[in-house]
């Protein structure tokens, strides 16, 4: 696709003009959402001076990829695993405790609800996939906020109204999916208590979003109550929190924090009652599984390529980069079998070192910003491990609103498009979508711990049919 004024779209270039014409001061477009209390407890004042904006096409095909992959990711203990969850989860480094646990979830019966934000670059040949969270913890969840103080700017909301653009709103999409996925629990002619379960080492830290969570919650008609797994006990056939019965453990603790028998003993209960129908949990334990980037390797893998459709593989080959598992030997992205480690050294400017089941760009290690000596030690050490090596995107750039004056400023970005399951929210599934966005050209991972900033979202509607 082709961009006015340089790599952004035609809407995000007419904004531009916009901002231009009016000697718009940067400082003004975010000083309503810094305002914010609710926005500003996850972003610290942390924001980019303008939204981006998807067009009807991007959203849909965006839309549909991340669909597609979410059923492929779901359906690959049966399709490469004979229906064995266990085998999987040992396949991408999980633990024996962890194992058991996404395991007995798998088991449960209730059906698991698409509902994952991405991780999209997009390079030259368009949006690229490096990860899909697949969970309900999603960073992100409050970002219609950001929507909403943004447009209480005049220059926004009048190039919004003459447009006639819209936003999805993130957190509202959450709340339909978790109805549809815990109905049995949810709707019982009484507000549902809802306990937003954080694990206890980072309780302390991610309290003060879980109690944003909460008043957003407040005003769908939910009872939300942040809390930590060690904080909530059993009474009788009940589940409670500081002495109130709970209908949902709305989960934000991660499987990977399940890494030995003593976290395993703390989650029993949970699990427990889950298994036996007394609870909701949303989402279910072994969601991570799937969301997993060692999940992602088997999809891009060559020697699974007869488990999927052509259409499945059409959408593999134009939405995911070359993603392998750490092993002695796989295929190059010309299908060709070589040695990894021969292929690491010698490709280390053009690829990046991931742990399958850390998360928040924890332990990657980016081969353009090692030694040679370095890269071959990481790469070593990974070996046989839960690592994968995925091809590095390079994100164009895209053109922003300098922070001060009226010029502008390349910003190099990460595209977090939320999914939730059509079934609940209609339509594609497209829940909105966060960005991310660096100066760094170089930069390995775009996140908001290596210094980033924040977006919001804008799209075109939907073309109506003449009759």
């Known amino acids: 696709m082709t961009y006015a004024h ?29 305002s914010d ?22 959203r849909r095909t965006v839309a549909a990829d991340l669909l597609r992959t979410h059923q492929m990711l779901t359906s690959l203990p049966d399709r490469l695993f004979g229906g064995d969850v266990g085998a999987m989860a040992k396949q991408v480094g999980m633990t024996d405790s962890q194992r058991q646990v996404v395991q007995r979830a798998a088991r449960a019966g209730t059906p698991l609800m698409a509902l994952a934000r991405s991780d999209l670059y997009r390079g030259a040949a368009g ?24 447009l209480r700017h005049p220059a926004l909301a009048s190039f919004v109204e003459r447009h006639g653009l819209r936003y999805a709103d993130t957190f509202e999409g959450i709340v339909k999916t978790l109805y549809a996925e815990c109905a049995a629990h949810m709707d019982r002619g009484r507000r549902p208590v809802v306990a937003l379960a954080d694990w206890p080492e980072s309780f302390t830290s991610y309290e003060p979003r879980l109690k944003v969570m909460a008043a957003l919650f407040d005003t769908l008609g939910i009872d939300a109550i942040p809390c930590h797994v060690g904080q909530i006990s059993e009474r009788g056939n009940r589940l409670e929190v500081r002495g109130r019965p709970i209908d949902v453990i709305y989960r934000f603790f991660l499987v990977e924090e399940i890494a030995g028998p003593a976290d395993a003993v703390l989650v029993e209960p949970l699990l427990r009652a889950f298994e036996e129908g007394r609870v909701g949990m949303f989402s279910r334990l072994d ?41 002695a030997t796989a295929t190059d992205p010309a299908g060709q079998r070589t040695d990894l480690l021969d292929h690491a050294v010698a490709h280390r400017q053009d690829l990046i070192l991931k742990p399958t089941l850390l998360h928040g760009g924890s332990g990657i290690v980016p081969g353009w910003t090692t030694s040679p000596d370095d890269w071959r030690r990481h790469v070593t050490t990974a070996m046989d491990g839960p690592y ?80």
Not at 40 to 46: E, Q
Not at 309 to 317: H, K, P, R, V, Y
Request: negative net charge; glycine residues 10%.
């Open 127 to 150: 949006f690229k996939l490096l990860e899909l969270n697949i969970t309900s913890p999603l960073g992100g969840f409050e970002n219609a906020g950001i929507n909403r103080a943004m």
């Open 388 to 467: 994968v090596l995925q091809e590095r995107i390079r994100p164009v750039p895209e053109s922003f609103p300098a922070d001060t004056g009226t010029g502008t400023q390349q910003l190099f970005l990460n595209w977090g498009v939320f999914l939730a399951d059509p079934k609940a929210v209609g339509g594609d599934g497209y829940n909105g979508c966060l960005v991310r966005g660096s100066t760094d050209p170089e930069v390995g991972v775009v996140s908001m711990s290596g210094g980033a900033r924040v977006a919001c979202s804008f799209h075109e509607p939907a073309p109506t049919t003449a009759i």
């Open 6 to 34: 340089g790599p952004r779209s035609p809407l995000g270039a007419q904004y531009l003009q916009d901002l231009a014409q009016r000697r718009t001061d940067p400082a003004e477009l975010v000083r309503h959402v810094a």
């Open 37 to 58: 209390e609710l926005v500003t407890v996850a972003y610290k004042g942390r924001f980019l001076a303008s939204p981006v904006f998807l067009s009807t096409e991007e």
């Open 287 to 327: 969601a991570e599984l799937y969301g997993n980037k060692g999940a992602l390797a088997m999809l891009s893998d060559d020697r699974n390529r007869a488990a999927f459709s052509a259409e499945e593989l059409a959408c593999i080959d134009r939405f995911l980069p070359w993603t392998r598992h750490v092993r």
